[in-house]
């Protein structure tokens, strides 16, 4: 038998949620992505970084499942795991994991088995980031243009700039978080995750790079997209290219001048919509959302996505170009062919491909033009309509 040394870092993996939003019969943390549930994704990761203690809290009846999970995982190093069984709510959970630490452990790091594909490296990063009086977690940037709502209002926009999207494992010295937490039980108050319930005690939280792998399993989408990045192909299969079609329409009548393709068309008549109507781009990102099988544009930026109310076209193909290298795509080429009577397009074409290839990140993109010869709505100068192909292939 191999003596491991005794670990001074420890992860509570939190598997105890119930997943509604899910819409699973079982626990979320035991919902399958493959053969294997998101709790076992989420173990293989944590026993791939570092050595530490690991405690799993478990929804109470799913001790065994979470046993099994754990010594499928570790192997040799079974004997640095056990399981508990959480509470009522998060806090009350990750009390539990905390109740259970061994004596030597000095750091701790709280994860959520959601986030079931987050890789080593991140791990291991804020293990070895977090200080004796700071906690760590690791971060995104925050791409959308977000705004400020009342009711159905938009009445200001955030700086996206000063904002981070939290991720975990999130990491603490052991001493200051066991009285935050102590404070916090006692008090009553429930905090949105830990580095907020650390830092309502008085201690500075900082924050590392995260990863785009480390997305938190929701809904369903997000399983489904687990699902993608799992299933992608492996070392002996070729890898396939994956092609997809879009077609956006928008009718003149929108408030301001017309966005096309990317650009302004000053002295042009807008499209109307719920963005700039910017046809061009939208069947762009259908053609890419759907060649990557991850949905359509009104899932990612439609009327219930306020924060995309009047936004450019040029942002939702940056962001589509981001939910593909999420997936595991990158992105080949795209063709697209607008019809209109208006605006003239020829001169502006380089300007117009110059724009929607950086926002793609560098991707040719073709456009074409033409006028259906005065028949249909476009002919009659009501609107515009685009169709566009997209060649992706899948990262090995």
Do not use: C
Not at 341 to 360: G, H, I
């Amino acid at each position: 038998m191999t003596l491991l040394p005794v670990p001074t870092t420890a992860i509570i993996v939190v598997a105890a949620g119930s997943g509604t939003r899910l819409g699973a019969a079982a626990p979320k943390a035991f919902v399958r992505i493959d053969e294997h549930s998101m709790l076992r994704h989420a173990l293989d990761g944590v026993f791939a970084a570092n050595p530490m203690q690991v405690v799993i809290v478990a929804p109470a009846e799913y001790e065994g499942d979470a046993e099994t999970a754990l010594l499928e995982a570790a192997g040799e190093r079974s004997g640095l795991g056990r399981v508990v069984v959480g509470g009522a709510t998060r806090q009350q959970s990750v009390a539990a994991g905390l109740s259970a630490l061994s004596d030597d452990i000095t750091t701790v790091l709280v994860h959520d088995a959601a986030r079931a594909l987050t890789p080593p490296v991140q791990i291991d990063t804020v293990a070895a980031a977090v200080s004796t009086d700071a906690g760590v977690i690791p971060a995104l940037p925050v791409i959308d243009t977000i705004k400020q709502v009342d009711a159905g209002d938009i009445v200001a926009v955030v700086d996206r700039s000063v904002l981070v999207a939290a991720q975990t494992p999130q990491g603490f010295p052991r001493a200051l978080l066991d009285r935050a937490y102590a404070a916090a039980l006692a008090s009553g108050v429930e905090y949105t995750d830990d580095a907020a319930l650390f830092a309502a005690a008085g201690h500075a939280v900082r924050h590392v790079t995260g990863s785009a792998r480390a997305f938190k399993i929701t809904t369903p989408a997000d399983l489904e997209r687990a699902r993608q990045i799992l299933a992608g192909p492996t070392a002996s299969a070729p890898v396939v290219p994956r092609i997809g079609v879009g077609t956006d329409v928008h009718a003149f009548g929108g408030v301001g001048t017309l966005w096309l393709a990317g650009i302004e068309w000053p002295g042009e008549p807008a499209l109307s919509g719920h963005s700039d109507g910017d046809a061009v781009a939208h069947a762009i990102v259908d053609a890419l959302l759907g060649a990557a099988g991850l949905g359509d544009i009104g899932e990612h930026f439609g009327t219930s996505h306020p924060e995309y109310a009047g936004a450019h076209g040029e942002v939702f193909l940056m962001r589509t170009a981001e939910l593909l290298a999420e997936a595991g795509f990158t992105i080949g080429n795209v063709s697209v062919q607008f019809q209109g009577n208006r605006p003239r397009f020829s001169a502006r074409r380089a300007e117009a491909e110059a724009v929607l290839s950086a926002a793609l990140g560098g991707a040719p993109v073709a456009i074409s033009a033409t006028t259906t010869d005065g028949l249909g709505f476009t002919g009659r100068g009501e609107g515009i309509a685009a169709n566009a192909i997209a060649l992706v292939h899948p990262i090995r």
